[in-house]
């Protein structure tokens, strides 16, 4: 797919920005008379209150659900690193009650299900810290970004946090102006901006003070281990770049082509404030030199493994998954307000595909080269 | 030009204004109807192409043919159209062979020219056959035996008669499957796809004159849906502020009865409601009912009941019938002794006929069985009514809306519309005229059931027995 081909796809019809309110962005686009409504707002957590977000999350997701599962309509929310987000898709003719959904989901939080959602982020923390590449991660995201809390939370956070923590988190973030709505579907953009008035807390009201919780440091269990686990992670600057993509897509396509003794994978992670290229694998003590071998050596390989007609087939996949993402009203919305919310832009995803067709295999040589005059911060689990 | 010329140009000319003209009969060349509903914010654009002909066409003893043509189609398909960033996916279905295109924009036109060709050209090598077929094989083996399989063959048989071809396996069966030789899916391909016959529908961010371009044949444009919900006063271009003052917009404080608000736009108050026409709405599937069970000895228990119905009646109509049958028959949580229930309208005959399938353990099918019949009778006598006629309502909209929101499940299902019905229905106004009458007239036009057990015919009976007063 040639660069002059592309069309710019992910662009906003219109953007809204009030004074002391959310910042909206409308995508006129739908096959039907469906619309979707993403509302973000940034949380930062303190180690000490690591996991807090959860709580919020768990109660807001439940009644949330409680209104759209009366008419049929889609609702959830969920944690990404940097914002809480609430999403409710449904007939635009349901408008009132889509808003309705968000209004409960956005309310403060009630001391009544906090217990259920402690047991409930306890249940996931345990089964991740199960695994040894749960655990594996978890360190590696400690050693990447210490003093930055976990938003999976520790289990001395999750032990100890009371209501009043997550009456506080809530107060201190969920404020009108702090919002950013997306907005997908065939419905004029003032129409839902109307329908928001209101939601959230009073701007002027101070969020309560109350000391966080200490972390106690406990840890329940430990992962069985029979293979060696290890971790590289390359911590990258600056916001995110369509040559950090295709080289994160071309490590893994290198691996899927040439699998060995061995289990190795390439993620890009994204955490509060950063992002870096990880490299891990399992192995058997037969197979492990060869996967330290290769994961150590792993960019000069993918640097001589790169040529234009590689990098042409790598955007063009990656360009692809865009738009197949953005194909539905729900995944348009998500794709834009992810980016939205990690580099501040609504335009984030356009700049980002603009990139992408033009992006050469020079660029993701330079990228990867830059890497390889770093040194990984490592993690390992032994058995 | 004589003025009766005039006269006759005129009229030709108003009638093709007005769409009436009768539709040309498309040539080999040609589709029969080609649909096009631009989305000019989308990101994808979707082709379906469906012919009129599925897997009842399956010559006798090489059932599975459609399926592995189908299957070849697409491993073929997702090799060529690798350059274009694209993906088919195809559907075979009793009476329709469906091939769905997803392709971005600037790439769409070769990718559709390319499935066009695949579909109409390609003649697979018996090398090519193989190894498709030795993998559909091993998961017949591997499904061989499974209650569920069989249970819809029954079920197939009890609506359509033994011996119809639409009531034969789809997939085939492991003897059917290993006599379809490469000349078989072939052969399907030349006799039942034929580009005359099919219905093409695109969408996404194209306009009509670009699908003029690539797909022969009459065109229609579909518009795109309408914003049903009215704008308060202020209407704003692509800006960074809103115009004038923002505060007379929003008030972040104010309550939320302050805002401006939206009113919802309904159909004319002379619409008339959805309903089924009495005494002329055509002849149905079946006009006596019956009973039969087949003994399996099984731990679970599958229930199937059919009703049909006249053949004018409107499909949205008897598709929120069944929903509300569902939400009737099933309580949430769900009882014991219940495991799971679905509803689907089928076509028998040209004839719409509603099924209510259930699985559920055996010791208390007697009692799902009379609850599912009686289910009909209660919807005709005593509909659902005020908010949860209306909730139910806003449900059934909402699952039919997010369902069509992708462009591959919306190009699908107008190129179905067109292709079954002639048209492609208003959704918004149908299923606002949907009423809590025509719910109750739709209920009460049903036929007598036919009625499916499958399971332990002992147990059944037993604690049949022990259920009745």
């Given at each position: 797919?040639?660069?002059?081909d ?15 309110g ?38 807001a ?54 217990e ?59 404020r009108?102006?702090e ?177 992408l ?27 | ?9 005129a ?8 769409g ?19 989305d ?45 960033f694209?993906?088919i ?15 971005p ?21 018996e ?5 498709i ?5 091993e ?26 071809p ?10 059917s ?21 099919a ?83 055509g ?6 009912g ?59 005959e ?7 399938s ?6 208390t ?76 007239g ?28």
């Open positions: 797919m040639a660069s002059s592309v069309v710019q796809d992910f662009r906003p019809d219109t953007i809204i920005r009030v004074p002391g959310p910042t909206l962005a409308h995508f006129e686009t739908g096959a039907t008379e469906a619309v979707v409504i993403r509302v973000s707002i940034p949380l930062a957590e303190s180690p000490d209150e690591a996991g807090v977000g959860h709580f919020i999350r768990h109660q997701e439940a009644r949330m659900l409680n209104v759209t599962s009366r008419i049929g309509a889609r609702s959830e929310v969920h944690r990404t690193s940097t914002s809480l987000v609430y999403q409710v898709a449904g007939a635009t003719q349901d408008l009132d009650f889509l808003i309705w959904a968000l209004r409960e989901g956005m309310a403060p939080p009630e001391a009544g299900r906090h259920a959602a402690r047991r409930e982020a306890q249940l996931v923390l345990d089964r991740r810290l199960e695994t040894p590449e749960g655990t594996l991660a978890l360190r590696l995201r400690r050693t990447l970004a210490p003093g930055e809390a976990s938003l999976q939370g520790t289990t001395g956070t999750l032990d100890r946090l009371q209501a009043g923590h997550v009456m506080a988190a809530w107060a201190r973030s969920h009108p102006s919002a950013r709505v997306v907005v997908v579907g065939r419905i004029e953009p003032v129409v839902v901006l109307a329908s928001l008035t209101g939601l959230g807390l009073d701007p002027d009201a101070p969020a309560p003070q109350i000391a966080p919780p200490q972390d106690s440091g406990e840890s329940r269990g430990a992962p069985e281990v029979i293979r060696r686990w290890v971790a590289y992670a390359y911590p990258l600057d600056g916001t995110r770049t369509a040559s950090a993509l295709v080289a994160a897509r071309h490590l893994s396509g290198l691996i899927r082509e040439q699998q060995g003794d061995y289990e190795a994978s390439v993620e890009l992670w994204d955490f509060p404030r950063g992002r870096a290229l990880v490299f891990s694998g399992a192995a058997y003590p037969r197979g492990l030199q060869a996967m330290t071998a290769r994961l150590t050596g792993f960019l000069e390989e993918a640097m001589s493994e790169l040529d234009e007609d590689r990098v042409s087939t790598l955007t063009g996949e990656l360009l692809t998954e865009f738009r197949m993402t953005g194909r539905t009203p729900w995944g348009m919305a998500e794709l834009v307000g992810q980016a939205w919310d990690a580099e501040g832009s609504p335009d984030e995803v356009d700049r980002l595909m603009d990139e067709t033009q992006v050469g295999a020079e660029d993701v040589r330079t990228f990867l080269a830059a890497l390889r005059g770093v040194s990984p911060i490592q993690e390992e689990l032994r058995p | 030009m004589s003025p009766r010329l005039h006269i006759a140009v009229s030709i000319l108003l009638l093709a204004l007005c009436l003209l009768p539709p040309r009969p498309a040539t080999a060349q040609e589709y029969r109807q080609v649909l096009v509903q631009p000019p914010g989308g990101v994808m654009v979707a082709a379906s192409l469906r012919f009129p002909m599925g897997h009842e066409a399956d010559p006798a003893g090489q059932e599975g043919t459609a399926f592995l043509l189908a299957r070849l189609l697409e491993r073929e398909g997702e090799r060529r159209l690798r350059e274009e694209s993906r996916h195809i559907d075979v279905g009793r009476g329709e062979f469906l091939v769905t295109l997803l392709a924009r600037e790439t769409w036109a070769d990718a559709f020219r390319t499935v066009e060709s695949l579909v109409q050209e390609y003649a697979p090598a090398s090519e056959l193989a190894p077929r030795d993998a559909h094989l998961r017949l083996i591997f499904q061989a035996g499974a209650p569920v399989r069989e249970f819809e063959i029954e079920r197939m048989r009890m609506l359509l008669g033994s011996s119809a639409g009531a034969r396996p789809s997939v085939g069966n492991r003897g499957i290993q006599g379809v030789q490469a000349g078989g899916p072939t052969a399907f391909r030349n006799d039942h796809l034929m580009r005359s016959e219905v093409v529908a695109v969408v996404g961010p194209i306009t009509d004159s670009e699908v003029a371009a690539v797909v022969q044949g009459p065109r229609t444009e579909v518009p795109p849906p309408r914003s049903f919900v009215e704008a308060p006063p202020l209407q704003p271009g692509r800006s960074d502020t809103l115009p004038g003052d923002p505060d007379s917009v929003q008030r972040p404080n104010a309550p939320p009865e302050t805002g401006p608000r939206p009113r919802l736009r309904l159909p004319s108050a002379e619409a008339s409601p959805l309903a089924i026409a009495g005494g002329e709405a002849p149905r599937a079946w006009t006596s019956e009973r039969s069970v087949v003994d399996r000895n099984l731990t679970s228990t599958w229930i199937s009941v059919a009703w049909p119905f006249p053949a004018q009646s409107p499909r949205l109509l008897l598709d929120f019938l069944g929903r509300t049958l569902h939400e009737v028959v099933v309580s949430d949580p769900p009882e014991p002794g219940f495991y799971a229930a679905e509803v689907a309208v089928l076509e028998v040209g004839t719409p006929v509603l099924v209510f259930a699985t559920v353990d055996p010791r099918a007697s009692r799902w069985e009379g609850r599912i019949v009686d289910a009909m009778g209660a919807v005709a006598d005593s509909p659902p009514a005020g908010a949860f006629f209306e909730l139910g309502r806003r449900r059934f909209r909402n699952a039919l809306f997010l369902d069509l929101s992708t462009p591959e499940n919306r190009s699908a299902w107008l190129a179905r519309q067109y292709a079954t019905r002639g048209d492609t229905p208003d959704l918004h106004d149908q299923i606002w005229r949907i009423s809590r009458e025509s719910l109750a739709a209920a009460a036009a049903a036929g007598p059931p036919r009625i499916l057990l499958f399971g332990p015919a002992a147990m059944m009976e037993e604690y049949g027995e022990r259920d009745t007063p």
